[in-house]
């Protein structure tokens, strides 16, 4: 048993900052993966991002490079979303996904058995 738990969403200003943190529990994850996924109302889950523990690789989207960084700490079994430049467009409930080993679909939801319970970013124009 994985449990996430995504905290750090709130409502922010256009070009503003947000840092996200998603706490894994249950089991150690230090061979894991880990992905942010975001999805607005009425649109499909986006990827945002993707973080690879063995090695610390991370892998973006078009849409958050230069904007979103991915992080993570294994002493707190904590990965971070921090996010700048923030748009209107960056609205939407991000979620955080793992899974237990590296796959070359990272950016496909269906390839994570394991996720939190979603944050609300709010970008306001």
């Known amino acids: 048993q994985l449990q996430l738990v995504e905290s750090g969403g709130g409502l922010v200003q256009t070009g503003g900052s947000l840092k996200l943190s998603c706490a894994a529990s249950?089991?150690?994850?230090?061979?894991?993966?880990m992905a942010w996924f975001r999805q607005a109302p009425g649109k499909e889950r986006e990827f945002v991002g993707a973080f690879r523990w063995s090695g610390a690789m991370t892998y973006y989207a078009d849409s958050v490079k230069g904007r979103f960084t991915i992080s993570g700490d294994n002493a707190k079994n904590t990965m971070y979303l921090q996010m700048v430049s923030l748009k209107p467009e960056d609205t939407a409930v991000y979620y955080c996904?793992?899974?237990?080993?590296?796959?070359?679909?990272?950016?496909?939801?269906?390839?994570?058995?394991?996720w939190g319970q979603g944050t609300q970013v709010t970008v306001s124009s």
């Open positions: 996904a793992a899974r237990m080993t590296f796959t070359t679909n990272y950016y496909l939801a269906n390839w994570y058995p394991y």
């Open positions: 249950g089991r150690t994850f230090s061979s894991s993966s």
